[in-house]
């Protein structure tokens, strides 16, 4: 079956603009979660999605917003850029329904570099 | 906050060793997760521990979980080259079901010469 499609694969973006990530989960996984990947911090908690609705938050600025729609797709936005910004991003999905604990599958992540 | 701590964060061996990774978090979870990543890619799932004494064997690569003592250990037996790759363990910071909010080790970077 496919599995999780992340677009684009990469971007570059200047310091102040803003961007959208699309992540489509593996067929039937209501679960989306973003997390973001970099050489200081490692991989962060971003936010994760259910069933159209944002059920847990990392620490993260507001600028770092995201939604899901009722198949299943996710967005992650990110608004007034910064170089630190830079990294790759990647979105996980899995069943998500309470008490499954099911693994989740990483999709191939977009790599976004601000300028 | 919960705290993922992996040791080493660096190994290189040489094929044919046996070595363990180690995975301390602080605050208790009975879900525990193991990735590899390959430079450049994604994460692939490798084991999913979800009870206190898990263990989980795939090839060469065995995973345990101690949940009283907030440890889990990834063994690699007879290492081969294609084992390297970046290691991470992964606690669920969440009480729900799936992978609600997964907290990461900084990984161990593992290469294996030849």
């Known amino acids: ?115 | 906050e919960l705290k993922v701590e992996q040791n080493p964060l660096f190994l290189s061996m040489q094929e044919g060793k046996n070595y363990t990774i180690y995975c301390n978090y602080s605050t208790t979870s009975d879900r525990l997760y193991w990735y590899r990543q390959d430079p450049g890619k994604s994460l692939e799932s490798l084991f999913v521990l979800l009870s206190n004494g898990a263990v989980k064997q795939e090839g060469r690569l065995m995973a345990s979980l101690d949940t009283k003592a907030r440890l889990s250990t990834l063994h690699i037996t007879a290492a081969v080259h294609d084992l390297s790759a970046t290691y991470f363990c992964a606690v669920d910071m969440y009480s729900g079901g799936g992978a609600d909010g997964l907290t990461f080790g900084k990984g161990t970077h593992l290469i294996i010469q030849p």
């Not at chain 1, 310091?15 to 979660?33: D, K, W």
């Not at chain 1, 990947?37 to 059920?55: H, V």
């Not at chain 1, 329904?97 to 601000?114: N, S, Y």
């Open chain 1, 1 to 115: 079956k496919a599995g999780v499609t992340q677009t684009p694969r990469y971007l570059i973006k200047t310091r102040g603009q803003q961007v959208t990530l699309s992540c489509s989960p593996i067929s039937g996984h209501r679960s989306v979660s973003w997390y973001q990947q970099t050489p200081g911090q490692g991989l962060q908690f971003l936010f994760e999605y259910f069933s159209e609705t944002q059920r847990n938050k990392g620490n993260f600025p507001g600028r770092f917003s995201g939604r899901q729609f009722s198949n299943s797709r996710s967005e992650m936005n990110v608004s007034t850029l910064e170089l630190g910004d830079s990294a790759l991003y990647l979105c996980a999905s899995s069943l998500g329904g309470r008490g499954d604990h099911t693994e989740a599958f990483f999709g191939q992540g977009t790599r976004l570099t601000v300028v």
